[in-house]
């Protein structure tokens, strides 16, 4: 596999929200609008960040985290074993 770029992909529940920050934070739009829950900014040749409301996009399909603070067991807690502290 010959990697050609990278995005940081995370999950929003308002696209449009997210849009309108990363916009004011980089002083452009996203540079692309692969689909209507995707967003992407190029940053550096290599890659850039991607805000998303598709959870599989985000985290990943099939990822075992769950990104919660009110999940059960805390966040990243789904697929991963429990321990005592």
């Known amino acids: 596999m010959n990697l050609q ?3 940081t992909a995370f999950l929003t529940a308002d696209l449009a929200a997210a849009e309108d920050w990363y916009t004011k934070l980089l002083g452009r739009g996203p540079d692309h609008r692969p689909m ?3 967003v ?3 940053l550096f040749d290599q ?3 991607a805000p998303s409301t598709d ?3 985000a985290l990943g399909a099939g990822a075992p985290a769950q990104l919660s603070p ?3 067991g805390g966040a990243f807690s789904q697929g991963y074993p429990r ?3």
Do not use: F
Request: hydrophobic share 35%; with cysteine.
């Open 36 to 38: 209507d829950t995707l």
């Open 5 to 7: 770029k990278i995005y």
């Open 83 to 85: 321990r005592a502290c």
């Open 70 to 72: 009110r999940a059960p």
């Open 47 to 49: 890659g850039g960040v």
């Open 40 to 42: 992407q900014w190029e």
């Open 55 to 57: 959870g599989r996009l």
